[in-house]
Nanobody, 123 residues
Framework: QVQLVESGGGLVQAGGSLRLSCVSS????????MGWFRQAPGKQREFVAA????????SYAASAKGRFVIAMDNAKNAVYLEMNSLTLEDTAVYSC????????????????WGRGTQVTVSS
């Protein structure tokens, strides 16, 4: 079955950077979209960024633009999220998602989800 496994979370000071990774396995989709969501305690899950494997087009949430960069390695079926200038508000569980289109993933309609990795930003 399709599996998504995230890594790279941890504790970082405000202003610092962190790189998340997500590797997908168990599928042979020729084209797909992988993205990132996050959920802070007591808040709803929110979209962060997504990228298409077909043309590497991207979509970012307003909170991520200018600070986060999403990248993809098709050979590894992996997606990465480089997070810079982190603030306390970025503390959340970050989950990887895989779906058919950027629109579907962005709306939370991904077909597959990872379990998430904790990112904690300290002051």
């Amino acid at each position: 079955q399709v599996q998504l496994v995230e890594s790279g979370g941890g504790l970082v000071q405000a202003g610092g950077s962190l790189r998340l990774s997500c590797v997908s396995s168990g599928h042979s989709f020729r084209t797909f979209v992988m993205g990132w969501f996050r959920q802070a305690p007591g808040k709803q899950r929110e979209f962060v960024a997504a990228m298409s494997s077909s043309d590497f087009s991207t979509s970012y949430a307003a909170s991520a633009k200018g600070r986060f960069v999403i990248a993809m390695d098709n050979a590894k079926n992996a997606v990465y999220l480089e997070m810079n200038s982190l603030t306390l508000e970025d503390t959340a569980v970050y989950s990887c998602a895989l779906g058919p289109t950027i629109g579907a993933v962005q709306r939370g309609g991904a077909s597959y989800w990872g379990r998430g990795t904790q990112v904690t930003v300290s002051s």
